[in-house]
């Protein structure tokens, strides 16, 4: 199939062009705890709580509660918890121009399982929803990759079949899942190869 057959580029956001680069305050944080990290990362990720969050059956407030519940952290130490937690985290804006850079040859999407608060943290935190005509995050739409359906909403958003859309993610699950749909799927190891596999 021709190069030319591309009409749309859908991006993941944590792992790719978020990205948790330094894990020295997660580390500090547990320590300070006195838990290992992973479970952390448990509770804020994949504890019951963090699923029903990521499909927005509970908001991203009542989900830091239960965080803190399980913690044994309340009011301004889960506040501190919160910002320690991201503290790590860096925004790329290479990436960011890149896909600002795309428009309108090519139609751009945001595909994320993320909580409720992800569209404030992309407009106020790290500015990059002008970056997409399509923004797909999971707690909005009650779906989560890799399911299939979020892929179909996302392609019928975009108004494009599969084999004319780029698909880049971190987790193998969801670029698996992707190509089993025939979208051309791209595994995010680092910015470099990313935009280098893209293009």
Known sequence: MAEADIRAVIFDMGGVFIRTED???RQRLAERLGLPVERLLFEVFDSPSANLALVGKIDENEHWQNIGKALGLA???LAQFQREFWAGDRWDKEIIDFLRSLRPAYKTALLSNAWSGL?????EVYPSMDAFDVQVI???VGL???EAAIYHLVLERLGVHPAQAV???DFIE???AASALGIRA??????AQALTDVR
């Open 23 to 25: 894990k020295g305050p």
């Open 75 to 77: 009011g301004e130490d």
């Open 119 to 123: 569209r404030r943290v992309l407009t």
């Open 138 to 140: 999971s707690a909005e």
């Open 144 to 146: 989560a990759k890799p």
């Open 167 to 169: 698909f880049v993610d």
């Open 174 to 176: 969801n670029i698996e």
């Open 186 to 191: 791209v595994r995010f190891t680092s910015a």
